[in-house]
């Protein structure tokens, strides 16, 4: 019951903003009464919580599947920003900001987490597209991993880019083009055009 009931509010906040979803929304999505999902959850913050960090371990097995079966980091670094593209494109504008504006201790806490993985993320793959010869082989991965990380925090800053003047999902996109520009070597360059080409024949 709790595991249906962190999917389906998830799934309600992704689509109508965290604060237009009430506990009565959510109860009556389930089918259940205020008073039974009061036995599983306190409150609607710790609901949040409950969710986010479900939502952190998501992401996490998700990129490790994604590392563990790419043929190279180009592929690996295609495919995250793929996955993540997918998610945003799920997600209402709203979500992100109700979330900073009315439960910002939980934001930060989030946000702490994910950067911290998203560093390890990147700074392996940097390690690995050096290696494979498909990055630069002058990269340091850690300031590479560093600058990442900073940039991707502007791309859910509303100050930087409005809610509603720019979706999520496309400002992710050409950030991961962006990125990977600045870091391929000419080889990579070349592997990039066919990996992109590969993509559009699956679509």
Known sequence: MKQDIIRTSFELFMRYGIKSVTMDDIAREMGISKKTLYQYVPNKADLIEQIFQAHI??????????????SDALEEMLRIG??????LRSMSPTTVYDLRK?????????????KQHVYGVISD??????????????????????????????VADEDVFEIGDYDLATLHQEYIRYHIHGIASEKGRQLLAKHLAAQQQDQ
């Not at 793929?82 to 998610?87: A, L, N, P, Q, S």
């Open 125 to 154: 793959n940097i390690g690995r597209g050096i290696q494979q010869g498909i990055y630069r082989s002058e990269l340091d991965p850690d300031i590479i991993a560093r600058l990442y990380v900073g940039k991707s925090v502007l």
């Open 102 to 114: 009315y439960y910002g201790s939980i934001w930060k806490k989030m946000e702490a987490q994910m």
């Open 57 to 70: 371990t998501e992401e996490k097995c998700m990129t490790e599947e994604i590392r563990s079966t790419s």
């Open 82 to 87: 793929r996955y993540v593209v997918e998610k």
